[in-house]
């Protein structure tokens, strides 16, 4: 199966060779990480900088390669199944495709913060959709070779947009059972317009879209929000994408319910990745790319726990860790993209997070303790803890704005 772009991933073969394990030399893409590491944690995203997913659409996630010419695909996580039936192109009399890789998930993204921006079922293609692809540092207008950006998005946004998904919920009681469906057309109605030739024309000028209802009422109901900073960094893996969107929702409901967070390895296998085959090879490309998004979003604690006689292998994700919209709310968010943190049940209030050593405390968190605690010396606080923290014998996942990640030790 073909991929999306060079480099996305494809699954391990037995062959592989182990790597060296030598360290190469911090680079100049490393440092830029490192500062944009740093900046991500301590300032507030823009509204310009905030996006969304749809919850249902972390649950289960679009496939990483190329499925070929199949008249439909499905992944199920527990009672949940994804499936995504291709359109039709009457006038070839071929199938379009499934949408698949990295450039529909990030059009779904788009898709979903202008639907919480404007409220509104039809979006303009034109400036909108250039602009954030252009923010992640891709381009609909330019690079037109067989694995030119343009190229790419103008294929997947046929793809995605003649899609149909489906969302279907199963449920049993014993001898009792039930099953739910949701059948969406992603854009009904659209018109694609775009110049060949004329490299220095307006991108997508005048081109539009109107998602179907269902879908609109859908994206609505449970957005989960997400920082374009993180994904601009993680935008040439399929897969970490669909880890950065999963650990930060994880992220934000153990923060809101102050227990950590546990994934298991089957599950997140389910979840994003069964093309993967073999769990261990998912595990290990999956424990790449989680590196790789803590370089930028250092605010996620994860603990590796292996898997003991009466425990599974997976992931906990610490209540202590900060997803990438804060919990005090942006200032500068516009009333509409309030409203729509609220819908996605954002805390409005502050909790202490405190950051394991050497990570720079967020402002927004230390003013709240200060709030909380006017006596203590939020740093001092931290300095503590960080000496406890020390002490936890558990595996943890390395960042480098930090010596470790410890998450909290706690029981199902």
């Not at 650990?247 to 298991?264: D, Q, T, V, Y």
């Amino acid at each position: 199966m073909s991929d999306d772009t060079p480099n996305e991933e494809k699954p391990d073969t037995p062959d592989d060779k182990p790597k060296t394990g030598k360290k190469k030399p911090t680079g100049k893409r490393q440092q830029r990480q490192a500062t944009a590491a740093a900046k991500i944690y301590t300032t507030l995203p823009t509204s310009e900088e905030m996006a969304f997913q749809a919850r249902e659409l972390i649950l289960c996630t679009l496939p990483h390669s190329d499925p070929g010419d199949v008249p439909a695909w499905s992944r199920t996580n527990g009672n949940l199944t994804l499936g995504i039936q291709p359109g039709f192109n009457y006038k070839t009399g071929t199938s379009y495709g499934i949408p698949y890789g990295i450039i529909p998930r990030l059009i779904l993204v788009w898709m979903v913060t202008e639907i919480i921006r404007t409220r509104s079922r039809q979006l303009s293609l034109g400036n909108s959709l250039s602009e954030f692809l252009e923010k992640l540092g891709l381009s609909s207008h330019t690079g037109r070779g067989p694995r030119g950006d343009a190229r790419r998005v103008r294929e997947q946004m046929e793809r995605l947009f003649r899609a149909t998904i489906s969302f279907e919920y199963s449920a049993n009681d014993g001898n009792r059972g039930g099953r739910a469906w949701l059948d969406m057309k992603i854009a009904p109605d659209g018109f694609l317009c775009w110049d060949k030739t004329d490299q220095e024309q307006k991108p997508l000028w005048g081109s539009w879209i109107e998602v179907g209802e269902k879908f609109h009422k859908a994206v609505l109901s449970a957005p989960s929000p997400l920082d374009i900073r993180v994904l601009r960094h993680i935008k040439d893996s399929s897969l970490g994408i669909d880890l950065y969107t999963i650990l930060n929702r994880e992220a934000f409901c153990a923060m809101k319910n102050g227990k950590p967070r546990f994934l298991a390895w089957e599950w997140l296998l389910e979840q994003t990745g069964n093309e993967y085959g073999r769990l261990d090879n998912f595990r290990n490309k999956a424990l790449e790319q989680i590196e790789v998004i803590l370089q930028v979003h250092p605010g996620l604690i994860i603990t590796v726990q292996k898997g003991r006689k009466g425990q599974q292998s997976g992931l906990w994700i610490s209540n202590l860790s900060t997803p990438s919209i804060p919990p005090e709310k942006p200032r500068d968010i516009p009333p509409r993209l309030a409203t729509a943190a609220e819908t996605a049940n954002i805390p409005m209030v502050g909790l202490p997070s405190t950051p394991p050593r050497n990570r720079l405390l967020n402002p927004f968190t230390v003013d709240h303790f200060r709030t909380l605690y006017p006596n203590l010396d939020p740093y001092a606080c931290k300095a503590d803890f960080d000496a406890w923290q020390e002490k936890l014998p558990l595996k943890t996942i390395p960042s480098p704005l930090s010596h470790g990640c410890r998450g909290v030790d706690a029981a199902k």
